[in-house]
């Protein structure tokens, strides 16, 4: 936890966020240690990439895992100071969407918010799907009568959604202390996992397979980089990496439970970011180091650490490791459905989501959290993996892609917004200085290059106009994500353009001490409308 003490930087904060237009009507409990915890728990790498290693196993093999985490790492390290900088300057639990109002417009900040909106569902939904997938494997292990089939892993899935849910009822400082003890585990997961596959298994991988071996079981040809469609294929494979790098938007979300916020948001963006490059790397090549044949594990699916591990550690270490796993899982899921419903709820105060200034915006008395819109991100994130019962590992893998397609847009925008204004932008207490007259840029390429790539269809069966084509392995993520383009366009065109002018001030000085009065007294006064 920070050492900072509780209450010695509340006013700075308070007019800071006052001068933002808002009341501080939640608790800020959170130390800077804290607010780095819930990004780099919601990057998770004991999650995102051990739950989606067999995408980059299978579409560009140990290359793509390995060099992919680290071509990759480099180029969110670009985006995570782009957003680290804007975060300091406005932090605010609207974060990305306010930033881009005030940057851009209110249409800037229309369109940036649903895109952040349904990245943060999708992110949520893909995240404890996941973790469903290795709660499974373990009990399967632990008790051999229950089966891994997708029925299955929905139901331990919705488990651990009602899980998360209870937990995120309560005041953020249970959150926040799961946090920090989730960003320790994390670390000191990676640490036990690695001594584990260094020292127990009797065969390793050579750094040749590790750093050179190229595969292909996509379906699409190509087998190495001397064809053009393997690199297509070794694209896809960068989905593993490019997903788990997602959430870290989380620290700026919590920039109004803070302390100190202006500067420790910007830090938890970036931080959390530097730290998953180097730790999940090194978990990575454990990992990789430790496959026992190429067909078994291509063959085991979404279950391949899984059998890595069983087959080259045996059925007790593998127990052990599933277990930290499943853990650090279930943190992550926690920690997503907190930042998701900050953004629902500072998206809605702004009267951007429907019933949003009556229903979303409401904070409970008692813990001070925003209660309807942790129930609406639980509940929307639960119906996203519905399609799992039909398509299984490909509903995950769309999952994936609309977390990252919509979360990058999102983080694209205000990037470039804050490129477009050039030195005029006022800084925070943290910037990167002039640097951003090239950091900015190359992120926003990165942003439109992997969201083109991750568009496209996975495997042949799931382009139409093949013969063969198989419903079950499209990539309905350009159809999911379009069709919020397409309503929320039509709703601005039609209506919003006309009511949804951005942010809005809660009123003056006075009106916002007082509804922050009204808070402390358990008395809730309304903004003034």
Known sequence: MSSVSPGAHVDDDERTLHRLGYAQVLFREMGGFSNFAISFTIISILAGCLTSYFIAFNDGGPIAVTWGWLIVGFFVIL???????VASSMPTAGAIYYWSSKLGSPAWGWFTGWFNLIGQIGVTAAISYGAATFWTALMNLWFPSVGTDTHTIFITFSAIMAAQLLLNLNGVRLLAWLNSLSAWWHMAGVV?????????????????????????????????????????????????????????????????????????????????????????????????????????????????????????????????????????????????????????????????????????????????????????????????????????????????????????????????????????FQTGAWSIGRHYRWVNPIAVAWIVLIVILFLMPTVPTGIPWRSGFNWNAVNYAPITVGGVLVLVGVWWLVSARRWFKGPVVEGTEEELERIEAGYESGGAAQPAT
Not at 79 to 85: P, Q, R, S, T
Not at 316 to 344: K, N
């Open 192 to 424: 036990v996992i690695v001594f584990v596959l260094a020292i127990v298994p009797n065969h390793h991988q050579s750094f040749s397979f590790v750093f050179s071996k190229t595969l292909n079981a996509s379906g699409f040809g190509g087998h190495n980089f001397s064809s053009p469609v393997f690199w297509f294929v070794f694209g896809i494979g960068l989905l593993m990496a490019q997903y788990t790098y997602t959430g870290y938007d989380a620290s700026a979300h919590m920039s109004e439970e803070t302390r100190k916020a202006s500067r420790s948001a910007a830090l938890g963006v970036v931080m959390s970011v530097v730290m998953s490059v180097i730790f999940g790397f090194i978990l990575l090549v454990a990992v990789t180091f430790a496959v026992p044949d190429v067909k078994g594990t291509i063959n085991a699916g979404a279950f391949d650490v899984t059998y890595i591990w069983q087959t080259s550690l045996g059925k007790r270490w593998a127990e052990f490791l599933l277990f930290i796993v499943c853990c650090a899982q279930f943190y992550c899921g926690t920690a997503s459905v907190t930042a998701a419903s900050r953004m629902m709820f500072a998206f809605s105060r702004d009267g951007a989501v429907p019933g949003g200034r009556q229903l979303f915006r409401k904070v409970s008395r008692i813990h001070r959290v925003p209660v309807n819109a942790v129930l609406a991100i639980s509940v929307l994130s639960w119906a996203l993996m519905l399609p799992t019962l039909a398509n299984g590992a490909i509903g995950y893998l769309v999952g994936t892609s609309i977390a990252v397609i919509g979360l990058y847009i999102a983080y694209g925008v205000p990037i470039y917004l804050r490129w477009r204004a050039g030195d005029s």
């Open 79 to 85: 985006v995570a100071l782009g957003m680290g900088e």
